[in-house]
């Protein structure tokens, strides 16, 4: 952050327990600082600076450096998605059936083969 064209004073941690610490949080309050915490993310360092990367931009965006901000951060897990799904909104989108778009799009089963 500290390339920015802003100047920013804060901490970015993984540890969530500070949030709990009313020291801590009064002497952010006090002192205007931003506290980013990558939530969830335990002793994990690679995910943590995944997910700070992910929101960085929007953190220095929306930040003000003369007001105390804590920005946690997640990332969620989702269950896969079915390529029928998408199959079905295009479908519907161009006006003709999944059946219609598959017979189109359809690979040939020798192109399937792996060499």
């Known amino acids: 952050m500290h390339r920015h064209a802003e100047r920013w004073d804060g901490l970015i941690t993984n540890d969530e ?7 801590e949080m ?4 006090q002192t205007h ?6 939530s969830g993310e ?9 997910v700070l990367l992910c929101h ?4 220095c965006h ?3 450096p003369n007001r105390a901000q804590i920005w946690r951060l997640r990332v969620a ?4 998605e079915e390529p029928r799904t998408f199959l079905e909104k295009i479908a519907e989108r ?3 059936t999944v059946e219609s778009v598959i017979h189109k799009h359809k690979l040939p089963a020798k192109e399937l083969k792996r060499p």
Not at 17 to 23: E, I, N, Q, S, Y
Not at 26 to 29: D, E, N, R, Y
Not at 33 to 38: E, F, G, H, S, W
Request: charged share 15%; no cysteine.
């Open 17 to 23: 327990a500070l949030l709990a610490l009313p020291k």
């Open 26 to 29: 009064t002497v952010l309050s």
């Open 33 to 38: 600082l931003t506290l980013v915490v990558a």
């Open 42 to 50: 335990g002793d994990n360092p690679i995910r943590a600076v995944g």
């Open 56 to 59: 960085l931009n929007h953190i």
């Open 62 to 64: 929306h930040s003000k």
């Open 77 to 80: 897990q989702k269950n896969h």
């Open 94 to 96: 161009d006006g003709v």
